[in-house]
């Protein structure tokens, strides 16, 4: 099995299914549902490198379920599952609770 290790700023995730259910409870066929912009992290490089060699570290760590623009990052698949790889200033927000 492969491993994904991010290098300096970068984060991988696993990217969470679209909702396929309404809040109002009407089941939405593929075609209608957004694309999805959660993820569940599963690997944090070791932060951005400054020019005077220092790194700034993540803010979101291994196991951090996030927010991410429409078109961020790259999409990569390992082993036959999908991830997307991006950097964290692509990440909009965490999700808490």
């Given amino acids: ?8 700023d970068r984060v991988v995730l696993k990217v ?3 909702e396929e259910v ?3 409870g009407i089941v ?3 075609s209608a549902q957004e694309k999805p912009q959660r993820g569940k992290i599963t690997a944090v490089g070791n932060g951005k490198l400054l ?3 220092k790194r700034i ?10 927010l ?3 078109y961020a990052g ?16 692509e990440i909009l927000a965490k999700v808490e609770g």
């Fill in 1 to 8: 099995m492969a491993t994904i290790r991010p290098l300096d």
């Fill in 16 to 18: 969470l299914d679209a």
């Fill in 22 to 24: 309404s809040s109002g």
């Fill in 28 to 30: 939405l066929p593929d």
């Fill in 51 to 53: 020019d005077d060699g």
């Fill in 57 to 66: 570290k993540p803010d979101v760590k291994k196991g951090d379920v996030v």
């Fill in 68 to 70: 991410f623009g429409k």
């Fill in 74 to 89: 790259s999409d990569v698949k390992v082993d036959g599952s999908d991830y997307k790889v991006l950097r964290e200033n």
